[in-house]
Nanobody, 115 residues
Framework: QVQLVESGGGLVQAGGSLRLSCTLS????????MGWYRQAPGNEREFIAS???????NYADSVKGRFTISRDYAKNTAYLQMNSLKPEDTAVYYC?????????WGQGTQVTVSS
């Protein structure tokens, strides 16, 4: 079992930045992927970004060039640096871990971008 704890959400003005963190409750296994998703009211949960254990990254077109995903293996933590935020980025952001032992989600952190 793996637990994920997200932090870093909050209220920010358009054009501002936030950094989200997602910390695993245990050291990750060799082959795995960590990712960020978001869900706005009335919408389905959508993929934002992912990073594999060999540091390969992937991004949704809507955030390319503005968001950066990274990992600190020593801290068992993944980060999502969000720059040039827009009101349409407002959502609950969820962290996901996928590996040999299964797929696990965090409880989410709210990001609100005011215009």
């Amino acid at each position: 079992q793996v637990q994920l704890v997200e932090s870093g959400g909050g209220l920010v003005q358009a054009g501002g930045s936030l950094r989200l963190s997602c910390t695993l409750s245990r050291k990750s296994f060799n082959i795995n992927t960590m990712g960020w998703y978001r869900q706005a009211p009335g919408n389905e949960r959508e993929f934002i970004a992912s990073v594999t254990s060999d540091r390969t990254t992937n991004y949704a077109d809507s955030v390319k060039g503005r968001f950066t995903i990274s990992r600190d293996y020593a801290k068992n933590t993944a980060y999502l640096q969000m720059n040039s935020l827009k009101p349409e980025d407002t959502a609950v952001y969820y962290c996901k871990y996928s590996g040999f032992i299964g797929t696990f989600w965090g409880q989410g952190t709210q990001v609100t971008v005011s215009s």
